[in-house]
């Protein structure tokens, strides 16, 4: 089951990565504003299409890597999203990775082998009580509340990009719990139970907000302030929320160190990649 989980959520890394390649792709042939217009003249191009596709594509292998295996191992393993999303849009675009973001790839997908492996997550439970659901809910929906107030005009566009990146990070995560416990409602109990379940509609609201966190902190800074914050932080986040609503197990004692490192050599490779990112050469230059 753990072998599986794995599986489909690195296929959902690569499947949503794909996504956002090719709805960028997309964007990148339209000329229009935004609104409804925008959205039009992108439903004419076929690789906008491809990427809706694509993101439909990750929510479904996200909810059956959730469905086979412990949060603390499918949320982190959706860091493999950026270098995926690199290796695609690279040929895509026709763009040239230079040989320090290959470095920063191999630096994030060692680092994250590392690191699992190192924790090695298992847990089998997948629905929560009530008493574990309400703190949860009280701290996650604090912090965001809390991020829309530092994150407020005025303040440093770094730190409002980080602090945003962090918000989404925490939406994802809760997003993911609850999907967690959806899915497994419509599992045991059908369509019917899954549509009374509130965790079905809790992870389309917090899905949302997360999407809105993430375009603001993309709005207010830069990609090397935001992208740290997004993908550290929805690991983290989502390994505390396994831990404490569906008792899911880490390594820990002298383990500690590898995922330590392993942590260190993730961090190391999406600081680099963020740098790399807007100096891609063109293939054709």
């Keep these: 089951m753990i072998a599986l989980a794995a599986l489909f959520a690195v296929l959902g890394a690569a499947s949503n990565a794909m996504g956002t390649a090719f709805q960028r792709k997309a964007a990148a042939t339209v000329a229009c504003g935004g609104g409804l217009r925008l959205v039009l003249a992108l439903a004419r191009r076929p690789a906008w299409l491809v990427g809706i596709a694509g993101v439909v594509g990750a929510a479904a292998f996200q909810a059956l890597a959730l469905l086979n295996g412990p949060l603390a191992l499918v949320q982190p393993l959706f860091i493999l999203e950026l270098p995926f999303a690199l290796l695609i849009a690279i040929p895509l675009l026709h763009r040239r990775l230079p040989r320090a973001g290959w470095g920063a790839v191999a630096g994030v997908v060692a680092g994250l082998a590392l690191l699992l492996t190192a924790a090695a997550p298992a847990g089998a439970r997948d629905e929560a009580s009530m008493a574990r659901w309400i703190p949860v809910l009280i701290g996650c929906l604090g912090a965001l509340a809390a991020a829309v107030v530092l994150a407020r005009p005025g303040r440093s566009s770094l730190f409002r990009a980080a602090v945003l990146g962090s918000a989404s990070a925490v939406s994802n995560a809760l997003t993911a719990a609850l999907l967690k416990s959806a899915t497994a409602t419509l599992a045991d109990d059908g369509f019917e139970a899954f549509l009374r379940c509130w965790q079905t509609y809790g992870f389309a609201v917090t899905g949302v907000a997360a999407i809105l966190f993430l375009e603001n902190a993309l709005q207010a800074g830069s990609l090397a302030a935001s992208q740290p914050a997004l993908t550290i932080g929805d690991a983290l986040v989502s390994l505390v929320l ?41 293939v054709t230059g």
């Design 242 to 282: 396994g831990i404490t609503l569906f008792g899911e197990t880490v390594r820990t004692g002298w383990w500690l160190l590898p995922e330590a490192a392993g942590a260190a050599l993730i961090v190391w490779g999406v600081l680099r990649l963020t740098r790399v990112v807007p100096h891609l050469q063109d």
